[in-house]
């Protein structure tokens, strides 16, 4: 991510678009803006959030992590996808990355949290976890089968915030 006078701009580590912030406005927004920590700091939850939805009929995004860091779990989707089709490839993952796809028979104009990540926390060390959310360009598309210019963000945080409890870069099990 490189800064201009303007803000930020965004490259979409996919397909290699980039985009400024002043843009994000006209297009569709994924995002991961925050998450919830459980079971100690050893589980993190984080919603993936979409915004400036004109109407979507299908919707395929990568998500990647860090695999000697973390292990995926779930992926629990809510009620505002209900009516479609949802496929993720989180049990097949092992090389720090994977797949959701989700396609109706019409456009959804949901706003806000559409689904939620979780992963396990495998490593005793403290560090910076990074989850990134790409698309694949071809597969956000409208009911007429137009491809949907899209920026996603995904969240850096450092694991030794939530659970490093003593302060010793390890992360503490209760």
């Not at 993190?44 to 004109?54: E, G, Q």
């Not at 926390?121 to 009911?143: H, P």
Request: with cysteine; aromatic share 10%.
């Amino acid at each position: 991510m490189d800064e201009d006078s303007d803000g930020k701009y965004y490259r979409c580590s996919l397909c290699g678009n980039e985009k400024s912030d002043s843009f994000v406005s006209d297009q569709l927004n994924i995002n991961i803006k925050s998450f919830t920590a459980s079971n100690g700091g050893r589980t993190l939850t984080f919603p993936i959030s979409i915004s400036n939805n004109d109407g979507f009929m299908g919707l395929g995004i990568k998500i990647s992590y860090d695999s000697t860091l973390l292990k995926p779990v779930s992926v629990t989707y809510n009620d505002t996808l209900k009516n479609g089709m949802f496929d993720d490839s989180i049990s097949q993952t092992s090389d720090g990355s994977f797949d959701i796809f989700w396609s109706g028979t019409q456009n959804n104009t949901v706003e806000g949290e559409i689904m939620e990540v979780t992963f396990e926390v495998i490593s005793d060390i403290a560090a910076t976890v990074e989850i990134g959310v790409d698309y694949y360009a071809d597969s956000i598309f409208d009911e007429s089968w137009n491809d949907i210019d899209t920026v996603c963000n995904g969240i850096s945080l450092d694991t030794a915030l939530y659970a490093d409890i003593n302060g010793d870069t390890k992360v503490d099990i209760r």
